[in-house]
């Protein structure tokens, strides 16, 4: 195959910082996505929503006039009740993020107890109001088995609210794959990194600080397993690249920042690894069609084309070290 006609991508975890670093990185997703749910990890948190709709002004400010649909959320604390959350979806917001506490960049302001009885109450109102619950779900445990000492929570959650949709964002271990298909309500994004990449590509040989992320990359049993999970096109998960850029600088230095800067890049890499398996008639509904029915979105007219023709990845982009950096992808865009 020559070419790939994608038509509505979405983009269902993103994060896309915010001034002045928001200028220098939102066309990239604006460009070849329909919409992208976007992050509220910002200082301060985006926990109301006069600031979630402050924050996608500036986002459709920063997409230079791109046919692209911001889908925000509020991050989860303390002071979200139930007005809030009800003015939220009056207004279009649907999503509400959980982080634990220090669980990774930008969860300073994260729940520390989250069966606690008032979070348990906001989740109460969010099932009744048909909100979507995303969920950073790692414990603060040992680095690699943080997304398994998780689990629990979501069973708790998942059986506690049986009418609230939680997804198992950037879903990292295959041990986490069981508990997704056992829930009806539990669904799960994979991004690209972590079907693609593995531990040893940040400390197997020098350390290569731009693929350090939460959660941490894992075994290539776990890469392999999640791979096969999105080439089947798995119908509960949906593409969330979990792009995350930090300029050059906050990544090489001896307390770098996790993320992975994915956006250029994400649909030609994800078009290099299902024409690798003989699987490219499934990545329409891996990077579409699932997130429309998981999440209830609109299919645009938005039409994103791939060709067979090489790309070679740069060292930087605009101060940002980008996903591949340096290697060669055997798709563009059209």
């Known amino acids: 195959m020559e070419k790939i006609i994608l038509q509505s991508p979405y983009d269902m975890h993103l994060h896309l910082r915010d001034t002045p670093l928001l200028e220098k990185v939102a066309k990239y997703t604006a ?58 979806k009056e207004v279009g917001i649907k999503f509400i993020k959980l982080y634990p506490k220090g669980a990774t960049t930008g969860s300073e302001s994260g729940v520390s107890r989250v069966l606690d009885d008032k979070i348990l109450q906001i ?58 298909e056992k829930y009806s309500n539990l669904f799960a994004t994979l991004t690209l990194h972590h079907i693609s990449l593995c531990l040893d590509d940040v400390i197997g040989g020098g350390l290569n600080p731009h693929y350090f992320c939460k ?19 798995h119908c509960k998960f949906s593409f969330g690249s979990d792009s995350a850029p930090h300029l050059r600088e906050n990544k090489e230095n001896a307390k770098g920042a996790a993320g992975i800067f994915s956006a250029p890049f994400a649909l030609l890499g ?52 980008p996903i591949f950096t340096g290697n060669s992808l055997s798709w563009s865009y059209a």
């Open 270 to 321: 994800l078009a290099e690894l299902f024409d690798k398996h003989n699987q490219l008639e499934n990545l329409q509904a891996f990077v579409s069609e699932n997130a429309q029915r998981i999440y209830d979105l609109p299919k645009s007219s938005k039409i994103v084309t791939l060709i067979k023709k090489a790309t070679q990845i740069p060292q930087e982009i605009n101060g940002i070290v």
């Open 215 to 233: 959660p941490i990359l894992k075994t290539p049993k776990d890469r392999d397993v999640l791979l096969q999970i999105a080439l089947n096109a």
């Open 123 to 180: 989740l109460e109102y969010a099932q009744d109001l048909g909100l979507i619950l995303s969920i950073h779900g790692e414990s603060n445990g040992f680095s690699m088995e943080r997304e398994a000492e998780f689990h629990p929570v979501f069973v708790e959650l998942a059986t506690t609210f049986p009418q609230l949709k939680i997804i198992f964002e950037h879903l990292s271990d295959a041990r986490s794959i069981a508990l997704v």
């Open 31 to 88: 460009q070849y996505f329909s919409g992208a749910l976007v992050m509220p990890n910002l200082n301060p948190p985006v926990d109301s929503v006069e600031l979630a709709l402050g924050y996608k002004e500036r986002i459709l400010k920063a997409c230079n006039g791109n046919d692209f649909m911001p889908l925000m959320s509020l991050y989860l604390t303390e002071r979200l009740d139930k007005g809030v959350l009800k003015r939220a």
